[in-house]
């Protein structure tokens, strides 16, 4: 089963210890974490489902692709880490 992990850093600012979660997808797992976990779900995700422009979303070490709909497949033994996003310059 994959299993959600945040950074330190987000876990400052929400309850969301590490789970293991159902679901093949990056939409699925995030949906059963929220599930167990939904004061997380507003921090990650906006209005519309997708992943906030301030969150990086990673599956076994990959960046995702699909930030917008979450179909980035999780296999059963998945990593998934949820970060902020960094940007400078």
Known sequence: M???RFTQNIQRHVTCPDRDV???TVREVL???????PGA???VLDDR????KHMAIFV???QIA?????????????KVD???ALSGG
Not at 66 to 78: C, F, K, M, Q, V
């Open 2 to 4: 994959p299993v959600v």
């Open 22 to 24: 159902p679901g093949a």
């Open 31 to 37: 949906d059963a974490y929220f599930d167990a976990e």
């Open 41 to 43: 779900r507003g921090y």
């Open 49 to 52: 489902g997708s992943l906030r």
């Open 60 to 62: 076994n070490g990959r």
């Open 66 to 78: 699909d930030p917008a709909g979450l179909s980035d497949e999780t296999p059963t033994d998945a």
């Open 82 to 84: 949820v970060m902020q």
